[in-house]
């Protein structure tokens, strides 16, 4: 079967914004057999690190000896990066069968991008016997594709501002969004995050019996050598908080992480993809998530920043904007991912002030060749933005030696 063509039927369902009830996914999923009942679950959700965290949590259950699945959005090269088991990518050979069996039945119930993806994830876990799946919510938590499943533990990572249009605009309305992965009885792992953001993760918690655990106090040892920043080993420390409340083991955190790291899943994150001159694409997309990458590039030697920069029309761009001129680069090169929900550069540049440091690019193939003309030996090129950006730029990369 040919694979571009049956997932070019699955991006047509493609649809924006958030659903406001889950009957599709619930009604796709019962004409499945209701494969997410099939197997253990971890639901993870938050503002950031909900995808690292979902990945590292991967790598503990599978280091641990547990056949274990994963599920995170949204893929920044390839499709199959959104599911896979024990770092093995889900094969283009079942997503064709899968699409091209259920078809009529999309067309019937009609289903979202998401929705259907979410559906294809949970048959991949059943079908393939799977002792636990991670699933990481893709927007919100409360009325997300993902949300049907009946996890053992919960995690939220952190609550910020992201996605305001549909989830809200105060952190209080965001939280309580986020709080809807939280269920009856089952305990939830939150991350450090702000006093009024907690504030209604506990009131959630009480509500439904539920054991609020911080991650910052639970008893993990993280002595490790390997280079990480500081936002990565949060993360890293919240999903050995989870395996940990789980009742399992923790096997060796060196090990974890490297293989975390090699994770054809784990792309784009703070990704070195060039040494000399030095490349790094990270798919930081909102002002907390710029601001932690600011963090990890203070780590980092070099002699002259330069930027690629994208992002999506709905993103608080202004904000972030201030931000990116903060890291203090020689040149930043505006420029689209081939995304229909991409600003456009001439309109991204209305937020920035230092239009003397500007250089506008239609597409992510010429802001590189642009980028080419000034980095040396010993810079930095840093591309970040958005998923679509990163995903464009380690696609062109491919195709050019620098």
């Not at 070099?302 to 992002?311: A, D, E, R, S, T």
Request: aromatic share 10%.
């Amino acid at each position: 079967m040919n694979i571009e063509k049956q997932l070019n039927y699955l991006f047509r369902l493609e649809r924006p914004g958030m659903k406001y009830d889950l009957k599709n996914i619930e009604r796709l999923c019962v004409a499945l057999g209701n494969p997410q009942n099939n197997f253990k679950s971890i639901h993870i959700a938050g503002t950031n690190g909900k995808g690292s965290t979902s990945v590292y949590t991967q790598s503990l259950l599978t280091t641990a000896g547990f056949r274990t699945g994963l599920f995170i959005s949204p893929h920044v090269l390839k499709f199959n990066e959104r599911i896979s088991i024990d770092y093995k990518l889900i094969d283009d050979n079942y997503i064709s069968e899968y699409i091209s069996r259920y078809k009529e039945l999309f067309n019937e119930i009609k289903p979202s991008f998401f929705e259907a993806t979410t559906a294809l994830a949970f048959k991949f876990f059943s079908d393939s016997k799977v002792d636990y799946a991670v699933i990481e919510a893709g927007l919100g938590g409360r009325l997300d594709s993902t949300n049907i499943i009946n996890p053992e533990i919960t995690c939220i990572t952190t609550i910020g501002y992201d996605h305001m249009d549909y989830l809200g605009d105060t952190i209080e309305k965001i939280s309580f969004e986020k709080a809807g992965i939280i269920k009856k009885y089952v305990p939830c792992i939150v991350g450090k995050m702000p006093v009024e953001a907690l504030n209604v993760l506990k009131n959630v918690c009480n509500d439904k019996s539920s054991e609020l655990i911080l991650a910052e106090n639970i008893d993990v040892n993280l002595n490790t050598p390997l280079d990480i920043s500081t936002h990565q080993l949060m993360n890293l420390k919240k999903s050995c908080s989870i395996v940990k409340q789980m009742g399992i083991d923790l096997p060796d955190i060196n090990l974890s992480y490297i293989r975390a790291g090699n994770n054809e899943a784990f792309r784009g994150r703070f990704e070195i993809i060039n040494n000399d001159p030095l490349i790094i694409a990270d798919v930081a997309h909102n002002v907390q998530a710029l601001e932690n990458l600011a963090h990890s590039l203070e780590r980092v030697k070099y002699k002259k920043l330069y930027i690629i920069f994208g992002m999506m029309h709905d993103k608080d761009i202004a904000t972030c904007a201030q931000e990116v001129e903060n890291y203090g680069a020689e040149k930043i090169i505006l420029s689209k991912a081939n995304s229909p929900r991409a600003q456009l550069p001439v309109k991204l540049m209305t937020k920035f002030s230092q239009h003397e440091k500007i250089i506008l690019s239609d597409n992510v193939t010429e802001a590189f060749q642009t980028a080419r003309k000034f980095v040396k030996t010993g810079d930095l090129l840093l591309v970040t933005g958005s998923f679509y950006l990163c995903g464009d730029f380690l696609d062109t990369l491919s195709k050019f030696k620098f």
